[in-house]
C-alpha cells in the first residue's frame, strides 16, 4: 500500500524557472491538499480539492496552480518560481469528513536560487 | 476565523522526564475536531490523535495521553517517561465544523529528548 505519494523529493530551481510537484495516492481519497512548511511557520495550506474537478484556495494560494482530473493525482504547479518559495512542500490526502485524519506524503523539499 | 496556539517553541528534557506539550485553540463552530501530528527528524508527518468537540474524555496510548478541555479551548498532550524516539516537531491542528473547513496547524514544538 504505497499511500501518498510525492515526486520528486528534492529540486532546486533558478528564478523564474515553472515545475510541477507531482502527488498521487491510492487510498481512493476524495480530499487531497498541498501545504508548504517554513520554519517557524508550521504548515500552511496552499489549495485543496474535495474531489476530481473540484479545487479551491487554501491560506496561501498566490504563485501555485493546482487541478484535480482524477481522484488519484493532484500535482501543484509553480508558474514563475521565486526564492519565497523555497520551502518543504507536503501533499496529504483523507477521506471526505470534518474527523478524518490526514495522510501525508514524505514532502519535497524545493529550493529556487 | 480559526486559530491554533503552540506558545512553546523548543522544549528539552532528559529520558524519563514526563513532559506536556499545550495547545490552545479559537473556533466558532460548535461542532470541530482537534489533531495531533509528529514529525520526526527524517520528516514525515504522523497522525497520533483525533478528538471531537463532543468528547471531553481523555484519552491514553501507551506513555502518550491527552488531555481535552473546552472550558480552556486547549488540547494538551503529555509524553510520559520520555525517550530519546519522541525527539520530533509535535504539530497541534483544528478543523472546525463546516463543509468546506480546512485543517489549521499550529507553529508546531520541537521537542528534544537527550539521553
Known amino acids: 500500500n504505497a499511500g501518498v505519494t510525492q515526486t520528486p523529493k528534492f529540486q532546486v530551481l533558478k528564478t523564474g524557472q515553472s515545475m510541477t510537484l507531482q502527488c498521487a495516492q491510492d487510498?481512493?481519497?476524495?480530499?487531497m491538499s498541498w501545504y508548504r512548511q517554513d520554519p517557524g511557520m508550521g504548515l500552511r495550506l496552499i489549495h485543496y480539492?474535495?474531489?476530481?474537478?473540484?479545487?479551491d484556495q487554501g491560506e496561501v494560494p498566490n504563485g501555485y496552480n493546482v487541478s484535480r482530473s482524477t481522484t488519484e493525482d493532484f500535482p501543484l504547479r509553480l508558474l514563475s518560481a521565486a526564492p519565497s518559495q523555497t520551502s518543504v512542500y507536503f501533499c496529504?490526502?483523507?477521506?471526505?469528513?470534518?474527523?478524518?485524519?490526514?495522510?501525508f506524503g514524505d514532502g519535497t523539499r524545493l529550493s529556487i536560487l | 476565523a480559526q486559530k491554533v496556539t503552540q506558545a512553546q517553541t523548543e522544549i528539552s528534557v532528559v529520558e524519563k522526564e514526563d513532559v506536556t506539550l499545550d495547545c490552545v485553540y479559537e473556533?466558532?463552530?460548535?461542532?470541530?475536531?482537534l489533531f495531533w501530528y509528529k514529525q520526526p527528524p527524517s520528516g514525515e508527518l504522523v497522525f497520533l490523535i483525533r478528538?471531537?468537540?463532543?468528547?471531553?474524555q481523555n484519552e491514553i496510548s501507551g506513555r502518550y495521553s491527552w488531555n481535552f478541555q473546552k472550558s480552556t479551548s486547549s488540547f494538551n498532550f503529555t509524553i510520559t517517561a520520555s525517550q530519546v524516539v519522541d525527539s520530533a516537531v509535535y504539530f497541534c491542528?483544528?478543523?472546525?465544523?463546516?463543509?468546506?473547513?480546512?485543517?489549521?496547524f499550529g507553529k508546531g514544538i520541537t521537542l528534544s529528548v537527550r539521553p
Open positions: 473556533t466558532r463552530d460548535t461542532t470541530y475536531y
Open positions: 480539492s474535495v474531489g476530481a474537478g473540484i479545487t
Open positions: 496529504a490526502s483523507s477521506y471526505i469528513g470534518i474527523d478524518q485524519p490526514q495522510h
Open positions: 487510498m481512493n481519497h476524495e480530499y
Open positions: 491542528a483544528l478543523k472546525g465544523g463546516g463543509a468546506n473547513s480546512k485543517l489549521t
Open positions: 478528538r471531537n468537540s463532543f468528547d471531553e
